[in-house]
């Protein structure tokens, strides 16, 4: 009898402990899982710091601003500006630096060569289904070194340059725009351009414009279209401006434009605020707050390349 009752108190024993076991193994399984992911997840981000350069971020963006400065069609300094400007862009992003095929175009018809579209080709060929990122390399006439734009510049030359030998799925093509600061009716003839060759060959399933990368906080995408790919993958990345507010307030704004012409365009920047701002140099940025967003910009762009 006391044999018996040994052995149903091992079967008892054996009941609770098992489960307990289980619950236990299959707590530290998911427990190793999230941490292995999460390891991953933090060595991507140091590939992808490593890939973007900071010196380059801020050589960049002070050769613009405190070299160059103003970059536009109103003054035969500024028209110098815009030519310095786009002569460094092709040497960065070119055969003897990075590569890449660049191609420049008239922005209107009878333009003068100070100010052409600058088309970057990442892959070389063609893929059904590519990528577009537009950043504007001309100045407001109003403001005296256009600090703002030079950010937007300086971040979208690094991402470019992070993508040289990477494998990708989509091509990616770079797009500077002489004239994303101008009048109405010069923005809307130069886009219209661009959008001819945004559509020549292939479906651009995401259009990204990048815009001011100077302010504190996060990078805003702000697109009139919610369901557009880069609102869904990158949604740990930026924060999603909520009613397209930019978009909607201001129809001149190249992603809006866009837009109306049929283009998945969204709008990336950041958004200032005179609170936060308040004692800081924005022609003196933190290098390492232009070179996260390049990585966040990075980041999201192989995502929408693999369709994650």
Known sequence: MSRQAGRFSGVKLLIILVPAW????????????????????????????????????????????????????????????????????????????????????????????????????????????????????????????????????AVTLAVAQAMVGRELTRNVHFLFLPMGNADAQSRMAMLAKAHRLITKDANATQVLVVGSMLHPGDIQVISRDANQPVVSRADDLFAVAENAEICMQDDAEV????????????????????????????????????????????QVIERLVENK
């Open 22 to 153: 289980l619950l236990l193994s299959g707590a530290v399984a998911v427990w190793l899982h999230f941490r292995a992911e999460k390891n991953q997840i933090v060595k991507i981000e140091h590939a992808y710091q490593k890939s973007v350069n900071a010196k380059s971020i801020a050589d960049d963006f002070s050769k613009i601003v405190d070299v160059i400065g103003p970059r536009h069609l109103a003054s035969p300094a500024a028209i110098e500006g815009l030519k310095r400007v786009a002569s460094m862009i092709e040497g960065a992003l070119g055969a003897s630096n990075m590569g890449y095929e660049v191609r420049k175009f008239p922005c209107v018809d009878g333009a003068s060569d100070a100010s052409p579209l600058i088309a970057v080709d990442v892959m070389r060929r063609k893929t059904v289904e590519e990528i577009w990122v537009l950043c504007s390399y001309d100045s407001p006439l109003d403001i005296a070194h256009g600090a703002d734009s030079a950010s937007s510049i």
């Open 255 to 298: 992603s809006s434009q866009l837009h109306e012409m049929g283009l998945p365009a969204a709008l990336l920047l950041t958004i200032g605020n005179k609170d936060e701002e308040a004692g800081s140099d924005l022609n003196n940025p933190s290098v390492w707050q232009l070179q996260q967003r390049a990585v966040s910009i990075l």
